[in-house]
């Protein structure tokens, strides 16, 4: 008999940053609901469990932040205490962290102006804001697809969605560009995070105030209703509009620049997605949303004690639920390490599922749809410009540092 | 008198948001996959499950007439 290795439960060494895809993949055979003794934390990774665990809402909570009170991690710097309180209570009122009945009544604020309809007519503002982007960077003659466009695009678009004015963009660019520390492992990362936040909170203040006497069709007159409704506070109105920046943002991002790596490293499935680029980019996009996800894990907190397979789940425990190797179990997917843009159906968690499934869903689809199009029809050379590609220190968001690309 | 309706939900797309059942929740359940499954197509207005169905996050829900075959949703 061969001794196996006994798993390591460190999940921030360079080896499993770089490739997570092994690790995961490693505890999804060996066991698939495991006790991390370094973190306090059970790491669930297969596909059946992470769908029946997203939707029996009702056991597992979404109200980490407040439900909590074990410390940051990766670590913080400890003078940064005070800061984290800070982003703890911001984030708290999120309706992503609420559990039923409050998340319902706040999502259902919001939910209307984010369904598949309602986002399809958005398209054109994708189109030609794409186009925008790689007519500067097209001019230029390379382009960090992270830097020039996958972080502008989606802010323009949800700075449009709030009603934003043009003058204005460069200010939301910057505090969207603070918020993204969030999902990044650094030590000080409270300090900018906070900026952003208080900078939002400042800014969209007396957005409010104007829409609440004038509403208009925008994201804020919509949250500005939810108010008056008595639906949301003020705190709770004036958190949400960074909730669309922030948690549209790195996501939206990390679809782009994954999606785009897994089309250079795969020339068969770039050369499909060419010889059509209209008509496969709907399930090319679900499919680089499915091979290499943008959110790796989401949390949760056990709200009673669980049975999970061969698992007791105490109440109170704290939970993460691994997309990036549910979409990749063998039991769900056929050839699940095969990047195959034609693959369907494509029952991928990417947005999660249940009642938390990502609000955003359809609105990041169309980003990715728009831009896998557009770069097959503009630039069909694409390459990579730089050797060894670096990835952020997080196990939330599968995030690169950049992605330098030509296409000569 | 309202038209008769055709209402299914597609169990492939369907991600247990719950949100049809929140709208009209005597047309649509979740079953024990928290999956929804509609009940009873003629237990609430028109209006009420077109509702539901534009608000499903995936689409998974169709409606038509249900003599005409007419395409109501989506
Ligand atoms: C490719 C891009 C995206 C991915 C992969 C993604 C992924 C996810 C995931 C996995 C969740 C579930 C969280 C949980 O269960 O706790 C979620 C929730 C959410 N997402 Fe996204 N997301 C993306 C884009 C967006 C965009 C563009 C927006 C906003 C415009 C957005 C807004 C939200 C919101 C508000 C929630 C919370 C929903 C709730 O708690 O009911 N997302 N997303
Ligand atoms: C809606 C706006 C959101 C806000 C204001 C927000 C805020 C935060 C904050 C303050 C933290 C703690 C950061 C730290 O300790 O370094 C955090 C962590 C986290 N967020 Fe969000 N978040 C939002 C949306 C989302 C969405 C949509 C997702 C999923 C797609 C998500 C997934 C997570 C996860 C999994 C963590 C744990 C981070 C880690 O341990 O690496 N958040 N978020
Ligand atoms: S709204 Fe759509 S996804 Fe949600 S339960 Fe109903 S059919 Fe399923």
Redesign the interface.
């Known amino acids: 008999m061969t001794a196996v290795a006994p798993i390591q439960d460190d999940l921030f060494t360079a080896d499993v940053i770089a490739d997570p895809y092994a690790y995961y993949g490693r505890l999804r055979e060996q066991d698939p609901v495991h006790w991390n003794e370094k973190y306090d934390l059970w790491v669930v990774t297969r596909y059946d469990d992470l769908v029946w665990l997203?939707?029996?809402h009702e056991l597992f909570s979404s109200a980490v932040f407040k439900n909590d009170p074990r410390p940051a991690y990766p670590a913080i710097d400890e003078s940064d205490l005070g800061l984290y309180e800070y982003v703890k209570n911001y984030q708290g009122d999120q309706f992503i962290q609420h559990d039923r009945p409050e998340h319902?009544e706040m999502r259902?604020v919001m939910?209307?102006y984010?369904?598949?309809?309602s986002m399809e007519a958005w398209r054109p503002f994708v189109q030609a804001a794409v186009k925008e982007l790689l007519d500067a960077a097209e001019e230029k003659g390379s382009m960090d697809v992270m830097r020039d466009l996958a972080t502008p695009l989606p802010v323009l678009v949800i700075a449009e969605m709030m009603g934003v004015p043009r003058e204005d963009r460069p200010y939301i660019r910057q505090l969207a560009e603070k918020l993204l520390y969030i999902g990044r492992g650094e030590y000080d990362r409270m300090k900018p995070l906070t900026e952003g936040m208080r900078g939002m909170i400042e800014y969209v203040s007396p957005l409010v105030d104007r829409r609440i006497v004038d509403p208009g069709d925008d994201f804020i007159s919509v949250l500005a209703r939810g108010e008056k409704q008595g639906v949301f506070t003020r705190h709770e109105v004036l958190v949400n509009p960074s909730l669309l920046l922030l948690a549209g943002h790195e996501t939206t991002i990390n679809l782009l620049c994954n999606g785009t790596l897994s089309f250079i490293r795969h020339p068969d499935q770039w050369a499909l997605l060419k010889q059509d680029p209209a008509g496969a980019a709907k399930r090319a996009t679900e499919e680089c949303l499915r091979y290499d996800s943008p959110v790796v894990s989401i949390q949760r907190i056990a709200s009673q004690d669980v049975e999970l397979r061969d698992k007791v789940l105490r109440k109170g425990d704290r939970l993460r639920w691994f997309i990036s190797s549910a979409n990749r179990d063998p039991e769900a997917f056929a050839n699940p390490t095969t990047f195959d843009i034609t693959r369907h159906?494509n029952?991928h968690v990417a947005?999660g599922?249940?009642?938390h499934?990502?609000?955003g869903?359809?609105l990041a689809r169309v980003e990715g749809q728009e831009v896998f199009k557009a770069l097959a029809e503009r630039f069909p050379s694409l390459q990579v410009e730089a050797d060894g590609l670096d990835y952020q220190p997080s196990i939330t968001f599968r995030s690169l540092k950049s992605l330098p690309i030509t296409w000569h | 008198m309202a038209r008769k309706l055709r209402v299914w939900v597609d169990q492939?797309a369907c991600?247990?948001?719950?949100?049809c059942e929140?709208i009209a929740p005597k047309v649509f359940r979740l079953n024990d996959?928290?999956q929804s499954e509609v009940v009873d197509p003629a237990a609430d207005s028109e209006e009420k499950i077109l509702e539901a169905a534009?608000?499903?996050?995936?689409?998974a829900i169709f409606v038509e007439d249900a003599e005409t075959g007419e395409q109501l949703f989506?």
Do not use: Y
């Open positions: 997203t939707r029996h319902l259902r939910h209307g984010f369904t598949p309809k159906p029952p947005f599922s249940g009642t499934h990502c609000l869903a359809t | 492939q991600v247990g948001n719950a949100m929140a996959n928290r534009e608000n499903c996050p995936v689409s989506p």
